[in-house]
């Protein structure tokens, strides 16, 4: 089992549509979540940052957290064409060298 | 504006021939990270670098090695590239304590 799963997609939506992106972890020691957009042929581009459960809103951007669950998501509002990209989730904590351990990524496509 | 650079951004190389990957970043920071990517996969951690301190990654093969001279630069060495090598090697950098490192754009390998 991966210590981070992601639905791999494809993801197609329209623009403006409320896009949910979700991944689950094994690991009990994670205390960080990251998201990270990876446009093609690019380095991954931090997004979000959460630690802990919890909320955490940057403009059309909502990551969430659950423990309990060991649930992550990124909600992205009002979904622009521009969104389109690779949308990979990240946990960490446990390792004294801030070790991230990613999911597979979901490809996002957002069409006009 | 400060950032991580790497080149070159495509480097094609031989089968079995050596090759170099080169890493620069004006952040300051005292880790830096060698991730490989796959496509459609998630970036997978090689090894890292806490200042001059070595790290390697228990599942990484021995054909990488890595060379930190200073603060700013790190180098990928692969010193058989086989045809499974082929992949994005991502160079990530973080402060001490920080659970959020910043990626380069990448270096797109292609082994023939």
């Known amino acids: 089992q991966k210590e981070v799963e992601q639905d791999p997609g494809p993801l197609s939506v329209p623009e403006g549509a409320i896009v949910s992106l979700n991944c689950t972890y094994s690991?009990?020691?994670?205390?960080?979540f990251m998201w990270y957009r990876q446009y093609s042929r690019k380095g991954p581009e931090l997004l979000m940052y959460?630690?802990?459960?919890g909320n955490k809103e940057d403009g059309r951007f909502t990551a969430q957290v659950d423990k309990s669950s060991k649930y992550i998501s990124l909600f992205i509002r009002d979904s622009q064409p521009s969104d389109s990209a690779t949308y990979l989730c990240?946990?960490?904590?446990?390792?004294?060298?801030?070790?991230?351990?990613f999911g597979q990524g979901t490809i996002l496509t957002v069409h006009p | 504006d400060a950032m991580v650079i790497q080149n070159p951004r495509y480097q094609v190389t031989q089968f079995g021939k050596p090759v170099t990957l080169s890493c620069s970043q004006t952040?300051?920071?005292?880790?830096m990270y060698w991730y490989q990517q796959k496509s459609s996969q998630a970036p997978k951690l090689l090894f890292h670098?806490?200042?001059?301190?070595?790290?390697n990654e228990a599942d990484t093969p021995d054909n990488f090695q890595s060379r930190r001279p200073n603060t700013s630069f790190c180098f990928l060495d692969i010193r058989s590239p086989g045809l499974g090598d082929a992949a994005m090697y991502l160079c990530?950098?973080?402060?001490?304590?920080?659970?959020?490192?910043?990626f380069g754009p990448g270096t797109r390998l292609l082994v023939l």
């Open positions: 990240a946990s960490s904590g446990g390792t004294s060298y801030g070790k991230l351990t």
């Open positions: 690991n009990s020691a994670f205390q960080y």
């Open positions: 959460t630690y802990s459960s």
């Open positions: 952040l300051n920071h005292n880790v």
């Open positions: 670098y806490y200042d001059k301190d070595f790290n």
């Open positions: 990530a950098t973080s402060r001490v304590g920080s659970e959020t490192q910043y």
